[in-house]
């Protein structure tokens, strides 16, 4: 969802992390419809101008409302990350491990098998290459860090004016 991110940042930060069903709570309440219609909404990507106007709203509202309630959503995903990573570090399980490799395995199995027309391409191996693919992002993201410089180059590119 970049685009949220480019119009919606704290909301987009807000919905990426424990907070989702607050963010998409605020989103419904300015778009007139329920929690649920407006994560399928924003999640679709396909809103109209007056939805996209909602959404800068709902963006307006998460604000104060993290204000009012003194939270750092970014940091507070940063948080979770870290608390995680330090959880493995110390428990030195072996399941997340195992759990990485095996989904790397799948996806890029699945991957290569479709491209070498070894797979039939159906809807499910398709729902279970994008389901890995997910999963397989959030992994990286565990052990090698996100994407938060280009979160703030998406940022500040999305403040600066146009160019002609």
Known sequence: MDWLKMIAPTLATA???????????????????????????????KLTA????????????I???????????????????KSARDMQTT????????????????????????????????DALLLMLGSLGTAWTGIIAFYFGSSAGSQAKNELLSKAPAVK
């Open 91 to 122: 428990t030195r399980s072996m399941l997340p491990p195992i759990l990485a490799i095996l989904v790397t395995l799948g996806f890029f199995g699945i991957l290569i098998g479709m491209m070498t027309k070894t797979f039939v391409t159906s």
């Open 50 to 61: 007056e939805q996209i106007a909602s959404v800068q709203l709902a963006e307006i509202e």
């Open 15 to 45: 919905i990426g992390g424990p907070f989702g069903t607050m963010a998409y709570g605020l989103a419904a309440k300015v778009m007139a419809i329920t929690p649920e219609e407006a994560q399928r909404t924003i999640e679709s990507g």
């Open 63 to 81: 604000k104060a409302k993290a204000q009012e309630l003194g939270l750092d959503f970014a940091k507070v995903a940063a948080d979770d990350r």
